[in-house]
């Protein structure tokens, strides 16, 4: 089963997309839906929401980001949103998950910043991990295709990727400043590489290791571009992976897919377990994927949780707000 995510995160996307569309047929009770997910399984997420959703049959989340102000702010309303596997869909929140791919050691740590290894790593990726090490590292399909991840960050004929993020009242991301070894702040947190400043040292009061929260509203910019210098600058990734090479066509790929996904609000959490006993697991401690090794993460669970019940006593008063209104 495992080997299962190397096969593609379009193929595990949508294994992802039936197991869930299983469940809601056999619970008719169900009205509302959220995802959680973690590293490589906020991919696969991304992937299966598009292919749930359905539009509001009066609205278009897509096209509504381009248009009037009133539009827009009418699109963000949950009587517009559109639905996931027939449910409203309420939270969607990752952890550690590579949005915008691996390539480099700002976004693979593990690398070390090695120029050996990050010219290696690209060619011999998909021989360990298959298309989703291609994917992950942007170089899968021909030069003249655009990457996977870039056609997740846009509605397109393959799936309304952005409308399906746009349908959720909430999108947050949790990420690891330092010391995660195989997913690095920067991707995981949706930003460029100036966005980075210098973590806060103390935790937040009542959540250890959880050192700041942004909320990033949307921002209107053009849909992501495959220009025909990226193709360029994809087939001499391709063909000769070399630093150059591979840091030139990524620049090109992560600014077009920031330009997609930043059409939507994202709430960013910077997590640090430099304190911790054991810091170099952060990629497993962010989640506490197994209690004795990794509770270090404990309040990063604790700060989910207690996100997702103040993001519902908020709306619970702002719905009875607008019925007392009208």
């Known amino acids: 089963m495992y080997t299962k995510t190397f096969t593609g995160i379009e193929g595990a996307g949508k294994r992802l997309a039936d197991e869930v569309m299983e469940v809601v047929k056999k619970t008719e009770s169900l009205k509302k839906i959220s995802f959680l997910a973690h590293s490589l399984g906020g991919l696969f997420a991304r992937y299966a929401i598009a292919d749930l959703y359905t539009p509001n049959a009066s609205s278009n989340y897509s096209e509504n980001l381009s248009g009037s102000s009133s539009t827009k702010l009418k699109s963000l309303s949950s009587s517009n949103r559109g639905l996931i596997a027939g449910l409203e869909a309420i939270y969607f929140i990752t952890l550690a998950t590579p949005h915008l791919g691996v390539r480099g050691n700002k976004q693979l740590p593990l690398l070390l910043g090695v120029s050996f290894l990050e010219k290696l790593v690209a060619p011999i990726a998909p021989v360990f991990t298959g298309l989703t090490g291609s994917q992950l590292f942007l170089t899968d399909g021909k030069p003249s295709k655009p990457p996977l991840l870039l056609r997740m960050a846009s509605d397109c004929e393959e799936g309304k990727f952005i409308s399906a993020l746009g349908a959720f009242r909430c999108r947050v991301l949790y990420a690891n ?20 400043s210098k973590p806060p040292s103390r935790s ?26 990226a193709a360029k600058a994809k087939e001499a990734a391709q063909n000769e992976p070399n630093i150059r090479n591979t840091v030139e066509y990524h620049k090109i790929m992560e600014e077009e897919m920031i330009h997609g996904l930043q059409r939507l609000g994202w709430r960013k959490v ?16 962010i989640h506490v994927k197994n209690e004795w090794f990794h509770n270090a993460g ?27 209104s009208l």
């Open 204 to 229: 937040l009061d009542g959540y250890k290791h959880v050192v700041d929260v942004e909320y990033c509203p949307p921002v209107l910019s053009e849909t992501p571009h495959f220009p025909p210098e």
């Open 270 to 285: 910077d997590v640090s377990f430099h304190s911790a006993f054991w810091p170099f697991f952060a990629h497993n401690n």
């Open 298 to 324: 404990a309040g990063v669970v604790a700060h989910v949780a207690d996100t997702i019940k103040q993001q519902e006593k908020q709306h619970h008063s702002l719905s009875t707000f607008l019925a007392a």
């Open 177 to 196: 400043v330092s010391f995660d070894h195989m997913v690095g702040w920067r991707t995981s947190s949706i930003r460029r590489e100036n966005e980075l």
